[in-house]
């Protein structure tokens, strides 16, 4: 059973920084290809980025291109999400998610985390 856990979240200011992290039990983090996404308040979820299992692929949503940076620590079962000019339109809750394959994946993916709450002020 893979069970992933979030943190990191908060309230910022709008232009500040925040850092989320996943740390992934159960099984190997590494043979995993790892997502972020997020939920708003009466929006659907959607992906913010993702990260194939070796690090070496990475995507983004093109509302995050530039101000977002995805990376993994296998040795430590983790992933994290630096969040950089933070926008009120970025509140949500962030989720980590994970799947099985080896080719960057950004859908159907099968573990999901609990969830950290973002809050961004104007």
């Known amino acids: 059973q893979v069970q992933l856990d979030e943190s990191g979240g908060g309230l910022v200011q709008a232009g500040g920084s925040l850092r989320l992290s996943c740390v992934v039990s159960?099984?190997?983090?590494?043979?995993?290809?790892m997502g972020w996404f997020r939920q708003a308040p009466g929006k659907e979820r959607e992906i913010v980025a993702a990260?194939?299992?070796?690090?070496?692929?990475?995507y983004y949503a093109d509302f995050v291109k530039g101000r977002f940076t995805i990376s993994r620590d296998n040795a430590k079962n983790s992933v994290y999400l630096f969040m950089n000019n933070l926008d009120p339109e970025d509140t949500a809750v962030y989720y980590c998610?994970?799947?099985?394959?080896?080719?960057?994946?950004?859908?159907?993916?099968?573990?999901w985390g609990q969830g950290t709450q973002v809050t961004v002020s104007s």
């Open positions: 998610a994970a799947r099985g394959g080896l080719v960057l994946a950004i859908n159907d993916f099968e573990y």
């Open positions: 159960g099984s190997s983090s590494g043979t995993y290809n």
């Open positions: 990260i194939s299992w070796h690090g070496g692929n990475t």
